[in-house]
T-cell receptor, first 116, second 111 residues
Framework: DTEVTQTPKHLVMGMTNKKSLKCEQH?????MYWYKQKAKKPPELMFV???????INESVPSRFSPECPNSSLLNLHLHALQPEDSALYLC???????????????FGPGTRLTVT | EDQVTQSPEALRLQEGESSSLNCSYT??????LFWYRQDPGKGPEFLFT???AGEEKEKERLKATLTKKESFLHITAPKPEDSATYLC????????????FGDGTTLTVKP
């Protein structure tokens, strides 16, 4: 099973709202990722968790706050977003970042976020 | 800094017309080169990992090859369902955990 699930599929929020995106995988993967993707652009890395610890933060604004409660779950908390934050938010996981073969990533279907 | 350039940006083929997509890369110590397929509005789907020059991998109508400077994704006798954006990414030694993606090639296969 190579499935990564994400909820919700769609989210519309105002600039003063607080919402959360959720991601789950049951493949035993030890690295999890958040990406932001704009139309006709490649995924843009936001955060990487390795063994439930934040290992990469690509200078993402503080209105995005990641959380990794356990090895299977990844959340992205959203607060005071701007209209330019509207995008497809993708979660991904990979086996074990200590090994070369552990870098191939399995993506979820994404959450389409619209900020009004 | 790792860099990935994909060409062409867009490719239109007739069903059955074979062709190749190119991924040129510069990376400090290649740990892996990855090909993904992405359908509109969906997450990328993993296709292949290549680790060293000379390596080849196949899946149905797709074959990926790797040299020291580039990778090719060969599509043999494509079908309309092969229409998608194909993304190439590299993982180098200096940015552990971070893959660098190319901008992708959007393939359209007409029946």
């Amino acid at each position: 099973d190579t499935e990564v699930t994400q909820t919700p599929k769609h989210l519309v929020m105002g600039m003063t709202n607080k919402k959360s995106l959720k991601c789950e995988q049951h493949m035993g993967h030890r690295a999890m990722y958040w990406y932001k993707q704009k139309a006709k652009k490649p995924p843009e890395l936001m955060f990487v968790y390795s063994y439930e610890k934040l290992s990469i933060n690509e200078s993402v604004p503080s209105r995005f706050s990641p959380e990794c409660p356990n090895s299977s779950l990844l959340n992205l908390h959203l607060h005071a977003l701007q209209p330019e934050d509207s995008a497809l938010y993708l979660c991904a996981s990979s086996q074990d970042p200590r090994y070369v073969s552990g870098y191939e990533q399995y993506f979820g279907p994404g959450t389409r976020l619209t900020v009004t | 800094e790792d860099q990935v350039t994909q060409s062409p940006e867009a490719l239109r083929l007739q069903e059955g017309e074979s062709s190749s997509l190119n991924c040129s890369y510069t990376v400090s110590g290649l740990r892996g080169l990855f090909w993904y397929r992405q359908d509109p509005g969906k997450g990328p789907e993993f296709l292949f990992t290549l680790y060293s020059a000379g390596e080849e991998k196949e899946k149905e109508r797709l074959k990926a090859t790797l040299t020291k400077k580039e990778s090719f994704l060969h599509i043999t006798a494509p079908k309309p369902e092969d229409s998608a954006t194909y993304l190439c990414a590299v993982q180098g030694n200096t940015n552990a955990g971070k893959s660098t993606f190319g901008d992708g090639t959007t393939l359209t296969v007409k029946p």
